[in-house]
């Protein structure tokens, strides 16, 4: 029974190390995805005046998918170094009209 139960130790003893080595990698992944976002929102300010932020932070409580794209957007334009200054609640109306998916108006015609 003793080689049983210290078999069974040493199995405890992997799974714990396994456990910890996941956790451990959870926190390292989660520190740079929290760094990278800290980033993104850092230029962002940069780039967008109050006006447009406030509208971005609105677009993206109802329409998370499309904050997002036009976040990737801007932020692929400011790398490329196509926006110069800041971009200001009108112009970045025009982009969220050109990225945003258009409305269908829906029709019932009764006869």
Do not use: C
């Not at 078999?7 to 003893?13: C, H, Q, S, Y």
């Amino acid at each position: 029974m003793a080689a049983g139960d210290d078999e069974l130790e040493a199995l405890r003893r992997r799974k714990l190390a396994e456990l910890q080595q996941h956790a451990a990698a959870r926190q390292e992944q989660d520190a740079a995805r929290a760094q990278q976002d800290a980033a993104r929102k850092a230029v962002l300010r940069q780039l967008l005046t109050p006006e447009a932020r406030e509208r971005l932070t609105r677009v993206s409580m109802a329409y998370p998918e499309v904050a997002q794209t036009v976040e990737d957007q801007l932020l692929a334009l400011y790398q490329t170094g196509r926006v110069r200054g800041q971009i200001d609640d009108a112009t970045f109306k025009r982009i969220l009209a050109q990225l945003a998916p258009s409305k269908k108006d829906i029709k019932i015609e009764r006869r």
